[in-house]
């Protein structure tokens, strides 16, 4: 089953990578279509977390978030499997850095930084993207797919931007490996922790809730500079993403400060643009 599912998304690849750019909108118009109006890929979630989180918000300006947020994953979807195709230049022009060198004064200490990221906009893109773009090939820490030949593939796919991807498995070996090489740790911090008791409880978006402490964790343990990377949509298929200091003294700041500073600049990112977060997750229960 493995190999099919390999297979076909290998045709996938290649038929995505034939196409123009105002066709492959087309087809992410389609997929939008799909998970939304055919599969309702999780459409009572969506609709309870955007009800919590925007209850004085009138039916019609929820509806057209929860359009926006479809549309957004369509791009998400189409654009994913399209960056295995393209090649760094292309990546690059479409997904711009705004302020790389602001990590330049770390590298030039022989430090590392971590950069945290969550699910908005295109996130498939934008570590990938950032690699390129900044002075030392940046280490992603994900989870990987459950199919391996694929996950095999996406390395290999990053790998060509000069990006290695970590199995969230080893991350406490690779910081120790990588913390004084020069290196950007990507982490995606937004998501619901598995075990609860090692959670730090806020109230994010008015609700409250259970957020992740790996970031701060690792820079507290290895003394590394918080950025938060601003990831926005300048048009379809067009992108740029800024880096943010949250915290350049990890070991002195006081616990749960630094997670407080990630929850609360995503939180006003969404507030600002609500239809480009992930809303399909089940993020509060």
Known sequence: MQYIQYFFFRLLVL?????????????????????????????PTVRQNLLLVFPHKSE???????????????????????????????????????NPEILTP????????IVAGSHYVNWEWGATCAAPQVAHPPIGLYKPLSNPKIDQLLRRSRAKFDMTLVSIEDTQ????????????????????PFKKRNAYWMKFLGQETACLMGVERYAKQYNLPVFYVRQQRVKRG?????????????SQSEKGAITRQFMQTLEQIILEEPAGWLWSHKRWK
């Open 15 to 43: 038929l995505i990578s034939w196409l123009p750019a105002h066709l492959l909108y087309r087809l992410a118009d389609f997929v939008t279509w799909v998970l939304y109006r055919v599969v309702k890929y999780r459409l």
């Open 238 to 250: 067009y992108y740029t993403f800024e880096l943010i200091p949250l915290e350049m003294h990890p």
């Open 60 to 98: 019609a300006e929820r509806l057209q978030i929860e359009q926006g947020f479809y549309k957004n994953l369509g791009d998400v979807f189409v654009e994913g499997v399209w960056g295995f195709s393209l090649s760094v230049a292309e990546m690059v022009s479409r997904y711009k850095a705004i």
């Open 173 to 192: 070996t690779t910081f120790e490996r990588y913390h004084q090489a020069k290196r950007a740790f990507v982490m995606l911090s937004d998501q619901r």
């Open 106 to 113: 770390y590298f030039e200490q022989g430090r590392s930084v």
